[in-house]
């Protein structure tokens, strides 16, 4: 992971990286979200149906890979789905490794080709609305290549969320990364470290390719989402992590997180285990 961090203290103050770590079944360890067999651990929301209704089997496990595929669709409707890791965290370095296979399923939208995401500081799955299109959230968006155009991943999508860039609140929808793009089924790795609420990193080729602080809840781009979840202008401290299901059928054969959340009132420990997790090939 190159310049994947030195902690946070070359970026703020050791006050705004403290955090109250968040209780987790293994602090300080890697834990595989996905264990390569089931789904027993997380829960699924599909807009317009019931929590973890899988409808269509639009989530499933096979040949050791979460797949998210839409063979059972006549049409996708805006069915857009979400699974969600049954833990929330707070702290953390997270990571997928993800391949697009496939053509979109009919009634797809242009702009979901080759486009699915993951779910940072999420609400949970059981406070979504039925009808709700996606979850109060970070996007880290993951594109692949059109065969045309340049088509950065780890970009950023803010579905009813803000975040800070340069000092300044940044209310557009999407923000470009500057990874490069990855065409065809390749598999590609993409990382995110995220501190709480005060700083978050997106990595691809082992690259940062995108940073942002005071992670907040406001802005659209969400739809029928209950006004008492949605409150506009409280710090995202932690929350759920969650895998998309955009129109594109797409693999995922990794998703795991080192708990950093034992380290965050420590910087210099933080920093540390940061430098190591550069190092170590084998997570």
Known sequence: MKKLLYGCLMLLSVSACAQKPAKTAQSGKWIQLFNGKDLKDWDIKIAGHELNDNFGNTFRVEDGLLKVRYDQYSNFNEQYG?????HPFSAYLLV??????GEQVPGGPGWAI???????HSQSAASMGKDQDFPISLEMQLLGGNGKD?????????????????GKLITDHCITSTSKTYAGEQWVRAEALVLGDSIIKHI??????????K??????????????VKKDGQLLKE??????GESAP????????????????DPVKLNKILQELQHRKKD
Not at 151 to 161: I, S
């Open 239 to 244: 929350g759920y992590i969650a895998l998309q």
């Open 204 to 213: 691809a080729g082992g690259d940062t390719v995108l940073t942002y602080t």
């Open 150 to 166: 340049p088509r950065t991943t780890a970009n950023l999508c803010t579905p009813g969320t803000n975040v800070v860039m340069n």
């Open 96 to 101: 997928v490794e993800y391949r697009f296979v």
């Open 250 to 265: 797409t693999d995922f054969r990794k998703v795991a997180v080192f708990d950093l959340s034992p380290y965050v009132n």
């Open 114 to 120: 080759r486009n699915n995401g993951a779910m940072l």
């Open 82 to 86: 979400h699974i969600f890791y049954k």
């Open 215 to 228: 992670p907040q809840i406001g802005g659209g781009n969400v739809s029928n989402a209950d006004p008492a």
